[in-house]
């Protein structure tokens, strides 16, 4: 039996029990194994499977929940921005330094919301494929973001998916929108 050791395979089989779909992830993770061996063409074929199954079965809304579950973490990231958010103490601030930093990415201020742009796909699984994906595969990234920002502002924030590499578009844009803390 081929292993299913892949971190985003787990990452999607505890996203999909939290969700309360276990028997749903098991069917997917027993027709589309993943290992950490699984070389580039491998991982996006799985990409597109998981997609694919994602879509067949639930809402929008819900496959973006599920995938934002999925996502990596901001590895230490956080920590860093929030220093930086703390130091500054400004949003337009925050801002111009993170800019100044080459990190990969650059973030927008509109007085409301941030917004992350990424000028490639950073995604393990599909950044060297050429073939766009569907809009569910991106929805990680709004997790990935989800965590970095509630970390950084000290509270709850939306994410939202203005555009993706992987569909074609040029940069890679993720509207964060703190939710007032009242409500």
Not at 9 to 14: D, K, N
Not at 36 to 45: H, L, Y
Not at 122 to 137: D, F, G, H, Q, T
Request: with cysteine; proline share 5%.
């Amino acid at each position: 039996m081929p292993k299913n050791d892949n971190p985003n395979a787990l990452r999607f089989v505890q996203s999909m029990t939290k969700h309360g779909e276990q028997e749903a992830a098991e069917q997917f993770a027993g027709e589309h194994p993943l290992s950490k061996s699984a070389d580039a063409r491998k991982k996006a074929e799985w990409a597109k499977h998981l997609c694919a199954f994602l879509e067949e079965r639930y809402d929008d809304e819900t496959v973006q929940e599920i995938r934002m579950d999925c996502a990596c973490g901001p590895y230490g990231m956080n920590g860093k921005l929030k220093k930086i958010y703390e130091k500054t103490g400004d949003p337009e601030a925050f801002v111009k330094e993170v800019n100044g930093l080459d990190m990969g990415f650059t973030f927008e201020y509109d007085g409301t919301s941030y917004t992350v742009v990424y000028p490639q796909c950073y995604c393990s699984c599909v950044k060297k494929m050429e073939e766009k994906l569907p809009r569910a595969w991106c929805y990680c990234t709004l997790g990935f973001n989800r965590t970095l920002f509630e970390t950084v502002l000290g509270q709850e924030v939306r994410g939202e998916l203005v555009s993706s590499i992987k569909q074609g578009d040029e940069t890679c844009r993720i509207r964060i929108t703190p939710v007032p803390k009242n409500g």
